[in-house]
């Protein structure tokens, strides 16, 4: 079954520092990845996807089918990247679903 | 531009009292519709989906229950509210298509934090 591990609850970085979130996974198959955000008072919101191959408001993410893993980098974090981040994979067949991680709430401190 | 609402943004019920949520995608035809439920330190559970009017599939089993009257309908339904139905609900979309291949990507509205008391 597909399962996405995002091992950090809580992760806490200076502000210009890099950083990274983790995210793991297990999939029989080739996988879609997503990094969703959550500011606060905001909705949940798709922030990128492996297959664009993008970087957005700085962030970036490879998929290492190796690993199986995807995790989202930013060389600088500012104080505005705090917020919840869930990482999701491609479900099963039909109805494209998505399984998400626990997430892991990011604070950027000043 | 498709859009998605939610409503009511928040409510406060008794123990055993009936719930309905009702969610709303604007700017689209044919979509998936999704009810999450978002806990703290749990990510987002999936509770039903539907791919079409009067298709409904549950995750997992509880006491609430979801329908889709219309294609851009997505209500979700309780007839007797617990404790532990306490939550926030969030409401998701997605394209609805399979062909050539999948679009994945769901939208989500801005949810509904309900609390039983």
């Known amino acids: 079954a597909q399962r996405v591990t995002q091992p950090e609850k809580l992760l806490s970085v200076f502000k210009g520092a890099p950083v990274e979130l983790k995210c793991n996974y297990s999939y029989s198959g080739s996988p879609e990845l997503f990094w969703y955000v959550q500011y606060s008072r905001q909705r949940l919101q798709l922030l990128l996807r492996?297959?664009s191959r993008e970087s957005i408001k700085g962030f970036t993410a490879d998929l290492n089918k190796g690993e199986t893993s995807f995790h989202l980098k930013k060389p600088f974090a500012q104080e505005e990247d705090s917020a919840m981040y869930y990482c999701a994979l491609s479900g099963p067949k039909g109805a494209q679903k998505l399984v998400f991680g626990q997430g892991t709430r990011l604070t950027i401190n000043p | 531009s498709q859009t998605i609402h939610q409503w009511p943004a928040t409510l406060v019920q008794p123990v055993g009292s009936p719930l309905s949520l009702e969610c709303t995608v604007e700017g689209t035809s044919n979509p998936n519709l999704y009810w999450y439920r978002q806990a703290a330190g749990r990510g987002l559970q999936l509770l039903f989906y539907?791919?079409?009017?009067?298709?409904i599939s549950s995750e997992v089993p509880q006491n609430l229950s979801a329908s889709r009257p219309q294609d851009r309908q997505f209500i979700l339904s309780s007839k007797k509210l617990l404790l532990s139905d306490s939550g926030f609900y969030l409401c998701?979309?997605?394209?609805?298509?399979?062909?050539?291949?999948?679009?994945?990507?769901?939208?989500f509205g801005p949810g509904t934090r309900l609390t039983v008391t």
């Open positions: 998701a979309w997605n394209p609805g298509r399979s062909f050539p291949t999948p679009l994945y990507e769901q939208y």
């Open positions: 539907s791919v079409g009017i009067g298709q």
């Open positions: 492996h297959i």
